[in-house]
Nanobody, 130 residues
């Protein structure tokens, strides 16, 4: 049974940082794309960052253009945890952030990426004030 549990959200001022955590269980990281998505009030859920570990030493990641250079996705397989380091936060980053998994290689980070993921966590709220 695939399970994903997010944590680490909170309220910060613009320019601040947060690190989100996604505790995972029930699947092999080498066979799953694991990533972060977000949904702001009144907006569609969108892909933020995706990761895929092909081997113990090869790791691939991709990002939405809006977060490139500011956010970093990483995996700690020993802890069964995926992280999203969020730096230089902006008010427009305010959203509910979700961890998700897909039993396949990561698709491109595009609007239709969301529909490809079948396993989702409950979300953690990130609020960035100006």
């Amino acid at each position: 049974q695939v399970q994903l549990v997010e944590s680490g959200g909170g309220s910060v001022q613009a320019g601040g940082s947060l690190r989100l955590s996604c505790a995972t269980s029930g699947f092999n990281y080498r066979n799953y794309c694991v990533g972060w998505f977000r949904q702001a009030p009144g907006k569609e859920r969108e892909g933020v960052a995706l990761s895929y570990r092909a081997t113990a030493s090869t790791y691939y990641s991709s990002y939405a253009d809006s977060v490139k250079g500011r956010f970093t996705i990483s995996q700690d397989n020993a802890k069964n945890t995926v992280y999203l380091q969020m730096n230089s936060l902006k008010p427009e980053d305010t959203a509910m952030y979700y961890c998700a998994a897909l039993p396949a290689i990561c698709p491109p980070v595009r609007p239709d990426t969301v529909s490809a993921f079948q396993y989702w966590g409950q979300g953690t709220q990130v609020t960035v004030s100006s």
